[in-house]
């Protein structure tokens, strides 16, 4: 790789008044060219603009980041999204170059630059941050080679900001993921098992899986932690509107809770977690898609896993769903879970093939034995299918126990199967919370993945 030249050292706020031939683009308060060739990738708290070599492993990537309320003063905002969003994420050289100072229609613009390492690779990162308007708008450049260096200085001379800032709001209780966040990068918090069919992209500290569909590319995004108030619940009720920044629910007005598909349970480690899928548009738009938003408790503070896909789409949620299986948080101890406690009864799968009856279900009882019953004819519940077992009416009788979060079946023929499990409640708006369990088979399919079916506790 050839030294990234100083010609990358320049003023930058001298640029942002600049205007450029290409057909400019508006992202919150910032107006940008895409460079030419570079792909766009949406994300919860921003959007990605970036372009590579595989051959050859350069890179060069620009990320606008939705502005957040701040009551701070430029100077400390640059130091904290600098602490937050560029040492977080890369090992520097030390502290930033500084540019001088400038005002752009009334906001406050800081930047600064410093040499990165990247694993093997070394580049030179940016960060630019507008103060104003009670809200701070950051823009990270991160670049490996100075093969983009004329399209990375054409960005950025296409930067310019498109409110005018006036006197700062009072919101003092706003809680941005952009600048509550602590701890280090994504990377060294998250312990994941990658989804089929799922890609990783771990550039640097920070943490997100890919996938491309005939639709467009989903993502799901590993953030870092805030602060927790003890519940779960409370938390998502500020936090997912703060990761979706700019949104709102389908039906203007309605709380988050109103419409939403919830799930809580206890991650495979001990840890309480707290799923939430919302029908969201942009404020003032019409376009609705399914956004998602994971927590999970980590001590005093809360781990945060957003995503979106469309209202119809089921690929991010198959995939969180496979996620949970093996999600941990690292540096967290392990806590007993007694799995075989919380398998005893019964557990049905949806609505069978009569329209109103349930599938065959399986009960499994506290000898170590589980039993697939015949399927009924019309909808029965716990007590219909006791009885099918006192009567041995069943298709099949084998044994079952544990290892961790994995059951193991052994069928009367000896053939053994394994399955990851787990237990959740589920519930959707204000209805009662429903006992689940999912299982997904050990042994899965690499190149394929599943939907995971959920069991019914009756």
Known sequence: MKPIKNILLFNLLLMLSYTGFAQKQTFDVLNYTMPNGWDKTEMANGIQLSTKNDGKGSYAAAIILRSAATEAPANENFTTSWEKLVKGTVSVSGEPTLQDPATEKGWSVLSGQASYTDGANKGLVTLITATGNGKMANVVIMTNT??????????????????????????????????????????????????????????????????????????????????????????????FF??????????????????????????????????????????????????????????????????????????????????????????????????????????????GTYGNSLNSATIYTADGKSYVTIQSSTTSGYDYYNNLIKTKQFKSQSEYSFTENVLVRKSSSGSESKYFIRFYSRRYGDRPWESYMSLYDCNYDKNKIEAVLHFHKI
């Not at 967290?332 to 406690?341: F, H, P, V, W």
Request: proline share 2%; aromatic share 8%.
């Open 146 to 239: 100075d093969k983009y260096q004329n399209q990375i200085l054409d960005f950025i001379k296409s930067l310019d900001l498109n409110e005018t800032a006036t006197a700062q709001n009072n919101n003092t209780n706003a809680v941005s993921p952009t600048t509550a966040t602590t701890g280090s990068g994504n990377k060294n918090l998250y312990s994941i098992t990658v989804p089929p069919t799922w890609s990783l992209n771990a550039g640097g500290n920070s943490l997100m899986l890919e996938k491309n569909t005939t639709t467009g590319k989903r993502i799901i995004e590993f953030m870092s932690m805030i602060k927790s108030s003890g519940n779960l619940e409370n938390d998502m009720s500020h936090i």
């Open 242 to 351: 703060e990761v979706f920044d700019g949104w709102e629910t389908r039906i203007p007005g309605i709380t988050v809770f109103t419409e939403a598909e919830c799930e809580k349970g206890t991650t495979c480690q001990g840890l309480n977690y707290y799923m939430m899928s919302n029908s969201i548009k942009k404020r003032g738009g019409y376009d609705v898609i399914k956004a998602t938003v994971l927590l999970v408790q980590a001590g005093d503070k809360v781990a945060i896993i957003n995503s979106t896909d469309n209202i119809l789409g089921g690929e991010v949620e198959m995939a969180l769903h496979f996620l949970l299986f093996n999600l941990r948080i690292k540096g967290l101890g392990e806590k007993s879970i007694n799995y075989k406690q919380q398998l005893i009864g019964t557990w049905a799968s949806g609505s």
